[in-house]
Every structure is written in structure tokens, then in C-alpha cells.
């Protein structure tokens, strides 16, 4: 793994970094940019509906860079046999907070889907509360959780 970590070095690292920067950027741009475009529509059925479609494109965006990150983050942790490093708390914090960020993204899905289940059955207000929540905590921590394992990436890879 070591070897081919080295000869693929350029690559991988890319590919976690692009990684995060379309999951942690994503979430921004749709909670502070399109989320706050929906808000101006004044049916509360067709707001929550567009909302709940924005956040099932954004979920199926990023998904697959969320597992491109966890697939990068093994190799490197393996090609840099980190847990043998002073770095090695360093890699377990990353490894924490990628799992609690995808254990939220997991429960967002769940609860958007729960939404749009209500919307169907007319329940504008569980499908409101159920948004509300996403959007008020949820995206929010993912993205502070993110930017976190972002400065813990440029510390590793500024001493490394
Ligand atoms: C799952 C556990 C993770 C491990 C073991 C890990 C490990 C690493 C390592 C070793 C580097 C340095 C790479 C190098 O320069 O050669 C790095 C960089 C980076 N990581 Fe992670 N990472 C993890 C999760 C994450 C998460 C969740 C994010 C953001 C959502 C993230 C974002 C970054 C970024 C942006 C860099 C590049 C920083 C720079 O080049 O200045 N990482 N990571």
C-alpha cells in the first residue's frame, strides 16, 4: 500500500481534497446560497418542496465524494503508516470526525425522505419541522466539522 501511495501520491491527495471541497463547499452553497434563493417563495408547500428537492440533489452530489474521502484517507493512513507517526492522534480525530459527519448525512437523508413522505400525504408541518431541523443544526455541523478536518488535513500536510 506504501508503494503505491507513493507512486500515486499526486492523485490521491487530489482526490481527497476535491473530495472535500465539493462536500464541505456544497453544504455551503445550499445553505447560505440556494436555501436563502427558496425563501423568497411564498407557498409554504412549494417552498418546502423545492427544499427538499435542492437537498436530495445536493445529498446525491456528494455521496460518492464522501466515500472517495474515506477510500483517500485509508490509503494515505496506510501509505504514511500514520498510527506509527506523532500524527497519529491527528489521523484518529479526522477518522472521528468523518464518521460523525457521515453518520449526520446519513440521518439528514433519512429525515429529508421523511419530508417528502409528508409532503405527499399533505403534513406540511412534520415536513417542515423535519427541514427546519436539517438546515438549523444539521448542515451546519457538517460544515464546522468540516472545516475542521480541513485545517487538520493543511496541519498533516504542512508537517508530514
Ligand atoms: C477519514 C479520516 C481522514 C484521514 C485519515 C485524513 C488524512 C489526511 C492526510 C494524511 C492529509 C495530508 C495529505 C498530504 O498532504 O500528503 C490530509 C489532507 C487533507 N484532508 Fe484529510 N483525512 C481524513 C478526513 C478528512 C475530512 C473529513 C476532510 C474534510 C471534509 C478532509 C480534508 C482534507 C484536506 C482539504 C486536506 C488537504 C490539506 C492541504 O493539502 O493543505 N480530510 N488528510
Known amino acids: ?6 507512486e500515486n501520491k499526486t492523485i490521491i491527495v487530489f ?21 436563502q434563493s ?11 418542496e423545492r ?28 501509505g504514511y503508516d500514520l498510527s506509527h507517526t506523532d500524527f497519529a492522534p491527528l ?3 479526522k477518522e472521528g470526525i468523518w464518521s460523525i459527519m457521515f453518520i449526520n448525512l446519513i440521518v439528514m437523508i433519512k429525515r429529508r425522505n421523511r ?10 408541518m412534520l415536513a417542515k ?3 427546519e431541523f436539517i438546515g438549523k443544526y444539521q448542515v451546519p455541523a457538517n460544515i464546522i466539522l468540516g ?13 508530514i
Do not use: C
Open 1 to 6: 500500500m506504501a508503494e503505491f501511495f507513493l
Open 15 to 35: 482526490l481527497h481534497v476535491i473530495s472535500a471541497v465539493v462536500w464541505v463547499g456544497g453544504m455551503i452553497a445550499m445553505r447560505y446560497a440556494a436555501h
Open 38 to 48: 427558496f425563501l423568497q417563495i411564498e407557498s409554504p408547500g412549494q417552498r418546502l
Open 51 to 78: 427544499i427538499a428537492y435542492g437537498l436530495k440533489r445536493l445529498f446525491s452530489i456528494v455521496l460518492p465524494f464522501v466515500i472517495l474521502l474515506i477510500i483517500t484517507a485509508v490509503i494515505m493512513l496506510k
Open 91 to 93: 489521523g484518529h480525530a
Open 115 to 124: 419530508a417528502e413522505r409528508a409532503l405527499g400525504d399533505s403534513d406540511v
Open 129 to 131: 419541522t423535519q427541514l
Open 147 to 159: 472545516v475542521i478536518a480541513i485545517f487538520l488535513g493543511t496541519y498533516l500536510s504542512s508537517n
